[in-house]
């Protein structure tokens, strides 16, 4: 078994910063791609950030320049630092991993954090 855990959601003031954690549990080789999705009120789930084991990385435009993904790969844990934060960045935030456990690759998510910017 394999569990994702995020933390670190929360209520921020509109250009406050916020850092949020996922860790990865349970029956794990390795990680491949790691990630972080966002899911608004009536909007589909979008990427926000992923980044691999080698440490690249990929941004959605409205998160280039003011989100930063990262990994530790020796603590299975990857986090999204996210500074200049809009009420547009609303939303329930999902992170996934690739897995391997062994006896293949398998997608896992957490069960998201919530994460509000006040106007």
């Known amino acids: 078994q394999v569990q994702l855990v995020e933390s670190g959601g929360g209520l921020v003031q509109n250009g406050g910063p916020l850092r949020l954690s996922c860790v990865a549990s349970g029956n794990i080789l390795t990680i491949n791609r790691m990630a972080w999705y966002r899911q608004a009120p009536g909007k589909q789930r979008e990427l926000v950030a992923s980044?691999?084991?080698?440490?690249?990385?990929n941004y959605a435009d409205s998160a280039k320049g003011r989100f930063t993904i990262s990994r530790d790969n020796a603590k299975n844990t990857v986090w999204l630092q996210m500074n200049r934060l809009r009420p547009d960045d609303t939303a329930v935030y999902y992170c996934?991993?690739?897995?391997?456990?062994?006896?293949?690759?398998?997608?896992?998510w957490g069960q998201g954090t919530q994460v509000t910017v006040s106007a």
């Open positions: 996934n991993a690739d897995i391997w456990s062994g006896g293949g690759w398998s997608l896992y």
């Open positions: 980044i691999v084991g080698g440490g690249s990385t």
